[in-house]
């Protein structure tokens, strides 16, 4: 009912925690989120996506959810985000529509999409992906677009890949990652992928 600044809950800061050791190890991020309702993991991705790339030139970043109203959720979280930083890392927004905000003079910006939508990402190169509830996308966008979004993101230091989501059967595209991210490196059946689990009784 009101807006206030983000303080981490015990679930964002071990989230957190997770994603600054992998950064610190290998420069980059990969990872697989397997969550609870309502713990704000959806909120943390965002608001790290929106201070990479706004502080960041040449900088390109996808948020895709499952449903045309979850991707308008998570946009108008990162409206949100913008319009109420402070002022000086509040950078110059050429355009904000309900699909895209540019950063003009960085020449960064982010976009949404929808999963199931054409195009997606095609010829595209990304630094950051927030790739929400996967596991409820449509079967067949997943397997045909799923390799593509992922490659649009080269394996450079400072890129960023969150796949996440609540858990939805044992099949599946979201399924399959989760799999193989809940291995060891040195296992050949792990994807390079970190699983970071949530429980619900993380947030009772």
């Known amino acids: 009912?009101?807006?206030?600044?983000?303080?981490?809950?015990?679930?964002?800061?071990?989230?957190?925690?997770?994603?600054i050791a992998q950064l610190q190890k290998t420069g980059r991020?990969?990872?697989?989120v397997l969550k609870a309702r309502q713990?704000?993991?959806?909120?943390?991705?965002?608001?790290?996506?929106?201070?990479?790339?706004?502080?960041?030139?040449?900088?390109?970043?996808?948020v895709m959810a499952h449903e045309a109203e979850s991707t308008t959720t998570l946009f108008d979280m990162y409206r949100r985000i913008h319009d109420n930083v402070p002022d000086i890392v509040r950078p110059s927004t050429?355009?904000?529509?309900?699909?895209?905000?540019?950063?003009?003079?960085?020449?960064?910006g982010l976009r949404v999409a929808t999963a199931g939508g054409r195009g997606v990402a095609r010829g595209e190169t990304l630094t950051f992906a927030h790739l929400?509830?996967?596991?409820?996308?449509p079967t067949a966008f997943a397997n045909t677009n799923f390799n593509g979004l992922v490659q649009a993101i080269p394996?450079?230091?400072?890129?960023f890949i969150f796949l996440e989501s609540t858990a939805q059967g044992v099949t599946g595209k979201f399924y399959d990652m989760a799999?193989?991210?809940?291995?060891?490196?040195?296992?050949?059946?792990?994807?390079?992928y970190e699983l970071f689990f949530s429980a619900w009784y993380e947030s009772a």
């Open 1 to 19: 009912g009101k807006i206030a600044p983000l303080v981490l809950n015990r679930v964002q800061e071990r989230f957190a925690a997770r994603v």
């Open 29 to 32: 991020v990969r990872m697989v």
């Open 39 to 62: 713990q704000g993991l959806s909120t943390v991705i965002s608001a790290l996506q929106y201070w990479w790339l706004s502080q960041r030139k040449a900088q390109k970043g996808l």
């Open 94 to 108: 050429k355009y904000s529509s309900r699909s895209e905000l540019v950063f003009d003079k960085l020449d960064s």
């Open 132 to 137: 929400s509830e996967v596991a409820f996308w």
């Open 155 to 159: 394996e450079e230091p400072g890129t």
């Open 179 to 192: 799999q193989g991210a809940d291995k060891l490196p040195s296992d050949k059946d792990w994807n390079g």
